[in-house]
T-cell receptor
Framework: ETGVTQTPRHLVMGMTNKKSLKCEQH?????MYWYKQSAKKPLELMFVYNFKEQTENNSVPSRFSPECPNSSHLFLHLHTLQPEDSALYLC??????????????FGAGTRLSVL | AQKITQTQPGMFVQEKEAVTLDCTYDTSDPSYGLFWYKQPSSGEMIFLIY??????QNATEGRYSLNFQKARKSANLVISASQLGDSAMYFC??????????????FGRGTSLIVHP
């Protein structure tokens, strides 16, 4: 069983729907991340939380709303998405104590399709 | 700004042969970390190997080694004795300290490796 679990694995939603992605880590880490992976594009960092506080927001549109209730759980709330938001959304966690040796542990991702 | 360049979109290798995946990086920060991750078709990114900017020796982890040439700003991944299970996307990444105080990775576009029997 992976240390980082993402649900659902697949999601199809219309542009007017509201849905949420969930990420849970069992590694005792204090930092959690959301990434977007689109075809033919590098992995894009979206949000970073450290000890439940958001420390990075890479100019992500407001239709993506993150929530981190504790160091083990991370959500990404989605509403009024666009077809170009279709992608693989990856969650990761790290201990964030190793300085530059910030090894990230990833979940298997949620494959999102926006119709 | 940090930049990672992987110039090989796809690579092929015969089973049991060695293969080198290229990665060059650009940063003005003297302290940074370099990583390689593997992404099989299942989607999960798997950490393979790490090299710190101040490390004197090249990192090795089993069949993986990182050929770190600091002056050339390159961090190539060498996989020895390739196996069929090595077929996957491989991503090079670099971390530097952000203005927010966290170490944030920047990823390259990846190289697709196919191992032939």
């Amino acid at each position: 069983e992976t240390g980082v679990t993402q649900t659902p694995r697949h999601l199809v939603m219309g542009m007017t729907n509201k849905k949420s992605l969930k990420c849970e880590q069992h590694l005792g880490h204090n930092a959690m991340y959301w990434y977007k992976q689109s075809a033919k594009k590098p992995l894009e960092l979206m949000f970073v939380y450290n000890f439940k506080e958001q420390t990075e927001n890479n100019s992500v549109p407001s239709r993506f709303s993150p929530e981190c209730p504790n160091s083990s759980h991370l959500f990404l709330h989605l509403h009024t998405l666009q077809p170009e938001d279709s992608a693989l959304y990856l969650c990761a966690s790290s201990g964030n104590r190793g300085g530059a040796k910030n090894i990230q542990y990833f979940g298997a991702g949620t494959r999102l399709s926006v119709l | 700004a940090q930049k990672i360049t992987q110039t090989q979109p796809g690579m092929f290798v015969q089973e049991k042969e060695a293969v080198t995946l290229d990665c060059t990086y650009d940063t003005s920060d003297p302290s940074y970390g370099l990583f390689w991750y593997k992404q099989p078709s299942s989607g999960e990114m798997i950490f393979l190997i790490y090299q710190g900017s101040y490390d004197q020796q090249n990192a090795t982890e089993g069949r993986y080694s990182l050929n770190f040439q600091k002056a050339r700003k390159s961090a190539n991944l060498v996989i020895s004795a390739s196996q069929l299970g090595d077929s996957a996307m491989y991503f090079c990444a670099m971390t530097v300290k952000s203005s927010g105080g966290s170490y944030i990775p920047t990823f390259g576009r990846g190289t697709s490796l196919i191992v032939h029997p």
